[in-house]
């Protein structure tokens, strides 16, 4: 059995300032909460003894290796994006962090927001700057429409409004 595992798409190294400030508050809770407690923890489980039936010890030591994981991730993202604080000079056209509103040919209106791979959050409709239909509405503007395929199908989409 191998390890390997393949390569994932390279995301845009793009985040909004609320974004890395969530990236950096998980990285402290992590590091400086979280992890001393599961280290205690294991420090404890590994003074009783037999280690090999200690759920403890082994269970504490999973999640070390789960913290540790997401700390190395965390860290190497962070220094690598870049923050985008300032709005683009032409507002009227979507770039990153736009919230855009769209009408279906359905005549279904919603508003989604293009923000980066660690921000996505569907239930807020905040989808990715590489995504399908983020890409297919970068740099349009009020009016203009957009095809983007779906699972379900080619989709046109229509932009009624764009907002910073």
Do not use: C
Request: hydrophobic share 35%; aromatic share 8%; charged share 30%.
């Amino acid at each position: 059995m191998s390890s390997f595992r393949p390569a994932t798409a390279k995301s845009a190294p793009y985040i909004t300032a609320d974004g890395a400030q969530n990236l950096r508050s998980e990285l402290h809770q992590l590091w400086k909460i979280e992890r001393p407690k599961v280290t205690q923890i294991i420090h404890e489980a590994a003074k009783n003894g037999d280690r090999s039936e200690n759920g403890d010890y082994i269970y504490g030591k999973r999640r070390l290796r789960e913290i540790d994981r997401r700390v190395r991730y965390l860290t190497k993202r962070i220094e690598t994006v870049t923050v985008v604080n300032t709005l683009p000079n032409d507002r009227s056209r979507v770039f990153f962090a736009a919230f855009v509103t769209l009408e279906s040919q359905a005549r279904e209106k919603f508003e989604y927001r293009l923000v980066g791979a660690d921000e996505i959050n569907p239930q807020k409709n905040w989808i990715s700057i590489d995504s399908p239909v983020a890409r297919a509405l970068l740099g349009r503007k009020t009016n203009d429409v957009i095809k983007t395929d779906t699972p379900n199908g080619t989709r046109e989409l229509t932009i009624l409004k764009i907002r910073y």
